[in-house]
């Protein structure tokens, strides 16, 4: 096998672990604050190999999530694009900060990243745009700052994860 | 070093060692692939066909959860010497001798059980389309929770059909697979449930409003008059869900003033995080 399906397939393995963690491992109230595993470790891989990951593998992830978690086909996708995009576009800033600044950057990020699941695409309620309320908030904030925190973590894991067995070509 | 990993400076002719970024022309047609998705699941609900065996298909991943449950287990067992196994097995045995005898008594007591039952079954609902279902996951989507559960590849369960715990209804089949079944439940936005009331017996439509929220029941004309704590049934009008089935309870009746109609509010007793195992009525 050569390397470069070697290190792809390590990569995929990581997002379907996260994937696999999002969907089967919590299943109680802290589902609603905790943070999206498939997500982040995709974040970490636009920022730590650009070049091995692409557009593929967010829409592929995102369709994946959206069967699991029972969103409309596509709304993961869009937003998993979205951001792998932002990640590439912007790695070089991204990964030459500070790990607190990284999770800084992530917490917003994640508390948008929710608010969008408040959009009510179904016109369920007639009235409203959206679903979005006090407690929604609160939720989203908790979940951005579990995301927060779980980022460094999760850093220093992929981080030797990678060094360990996604080599480079020589 | 691959030829795409590096541009050529102009000026100086050296190497750039820049790694190029994603191409927006594949971002947008990625956009426009979602975008064209997302459409045709919210006008032609096409994705229900396939989430089932989509869960199917990542059964072998949820398997996976009981792995690191099974080997925690396995560690005390591990550690103990061979006189302690003995004894613990020794006291095993002992408490199956009292099971038994309680079996004996309560199988007498089922059996009289069991005769009442079928006088009351016979009259309401058969007992014949009941089949067992094990959650084996819920989604995090707040306003979408999607529960998940494995249904037998004999069952003969159906799209539409109801599941059932023992506080009452939980939702029904919205997608169905080889092995497993999409639920909507009750909480889900998209939910709308037909109700009628204990003892005012006043008719409407039950909305979900999310998980950890109260339900609602839509379009009550001001003059009605629900009393708080009243509990709340399947209506069985438009023939899903059948009649008399526990939903809930009336905890809020507001009169806003800027509405046309009431705001009333159903707390839903069962939450499906609180449940492992249901029961899958086929609706006649």
Redesign the interface.
Known sequence: MSRDIKNQLLIFLTLFIGLYVDTYLFTSDFQMWQPTFVLLTLIYWNMALPDRIGIMAALSFGIFTDLLEGSLLGFHGILFVLITYACQRFFYQFRVSPLWQQSFTLFFLFILYKQVFALDFMNTNQELTNLSDSSFFMNSFLYALFSAFIWSPLFFMLRYYRRRWVKHNS | ??R??HKVSYLSSEAIFA????K?S??IL??L??????L???YFE??SK??GY??DL?MP??A??NIPADFLASIPDSLRTRSELILSLELVEEENKKLKVINQFLEKVSKENEELNSLWSSARLNFDNYSFAR????????????LIVDVGSESNAGINDILLSPRGLVGKIKSLGLYSA?ILVLHD??SSVPIVTEKSKLHGNL?G?????AGNIEYIKKTASFELGEKVYTSGIAGIFPEGIFVGEITSVDDLADSKFLEVEVSLMQSP?NQDFYLIYKNE
Not at chain 2, 19 to 22: E, G, L, S, W
Not at chain 2, 135 to 146: A, D, G, H
Not at chain 2, 209 to 213: D, E, K, P, V, W
Request: aromatic share 6%.
């Open positions: 070093m691959r795409r990993e790694i190029p970024a994603m927006p594949k971002v990625s956009l692939v979602c975008s064209s998705l997302m045709s699941d919210v096409s994705s396939i989430r989509a869960q990542f991943l949820g996976l959860v959650k084996r996951s819920i989604s995090s989507n707040e306003f979408q929770p999607l999409e936005v998209r909305k409003n999310g998980i950890g929220r995080f």
